[in-house]
């Protein structure tokens, strides 16, 4: 059965860093397009950066230059590295496996920042 792991978040400053991982079992990872998407309190779900199984990488305008997604198939893990965070970054993280129109997300990781 898939499973994704996310871990890394937890409370950092305005300004500062954090590196999210959610690593993946029970799936051929390499077939499938990894991405981030997050949560705030009372919002939907956004998308946050994908990468592909081909390396293609997207990210949403709000975090385009901040952010870096990044993929390491030997750990099966994909992360996220979060630079020069805002209060507004605070959310719950989530990790999805994509293939086809087959989903599996992960239970997710609290980031909060603080101004």
């Known amino acids: 059965q898939a499973q994704l792991v996310e871990s890394g978040g937890g409370l950092v400053q305005s300004g500062g860093s954090l590196r999210l991982s959610c690593e993946a079992s029970?799936?051929?990872?390499?077939?499938?397009?990894m991405g981030w998407f997050r949560q705030a309190p009372g919002k939907e779900r956004d998308f946050v950066a994908s990468?592909?199984?081909?390396?293609?990488?997207e990210y949403s305008d709000s975090v385009k230059g901040r952010f870096t997604i990044s993929r390491d198939g030997a750990k099966k893990t994909v992360y996220l590295q979060m630079n020069s965070v805002k209060p507004d970054d605070t959310a719950t993280y989530y990790c999805?496996?994509?293939?086809?129109?087959?989903?599996?997300w992960g239970k997710g990781t609290l980031v909060t920042v603080s101004s």
């Open positions: 999805r496996a994509n293939i086809l129109s087959r989903n599996y």
């Open positions: 990468i592909n199984v081909g390396g293609k990488i």
């Open positions: 029970g799936l051929t990872f390499s077939s499938y397009a």
